[in-house]
């Protein structure tokens, strides 16, 4: 099952009922009309913005994509002077289909339009993602392994310290192609 983790003060699970609630009331839909754009049940809406239920990396990109978000805004918790998110540590999701594993680093702070995600991913199924909000870039560096990535049929081999950059508004893809396979992802919304 694909998870969002808690830690143990509760976040992202506080963080992401906080964020939810904010940009929905933000854009001025209900939670039917929110619920059934991003094409889940309004329950699943309503025990997320109460804290409950553990969404998954899928519902929570659709529900950014809805309320026009960036992806992290809705899962970073609230910011402190100074942060450091040790390896391992942070508000981590999980794809289902795929051993691929997002944290997120850093959400674009009001008036910028960015987010910073360390990945995770082990050979098997491809993380297939569709389309994000319009003008969305991808700047990936990998970090550790190897893998194919980019827009479908247009996937690109890297290794470490290797950059791409492409398009995020059409369905996109990452497959490991060796175990430990790591890399660092910027989400440039233009």
Known sequence: MTQVEPTDDGAPHAAVAAALTRERQRTGLSLAEV?????????????????????????????????????????????????????????????????????????????ARRDIYRIVVEPGEPRRSEPHMPGVVEHWILSTGRASIGPVGEEVELGPGDYLAHAGDVPHVFEALEPGTTAVVVTEHV
Do not use: H
């Open 35 to 111: 619920a059934r754009r991003a094409g889940i049940a309004k329950s699943t809406l309503s025990q997320l913005e109460a804290g409950l239920g553990n969404p998954s990396l899928e519902t929570l990109w659709a529900l950014s994509v809805t309320l026009d978000v960036p992806f992290a805004r809705l899962v970073e918790p609230v910011r402190r002077p100074v942060q450091v998110i040790r390896a391992g540590e942070g508000p981590t999701l999980a794809a289902s289909g795929a051993d691929y594993v997002a944290t997120v680093l850093s959400a674009c702070p009001p008036n």
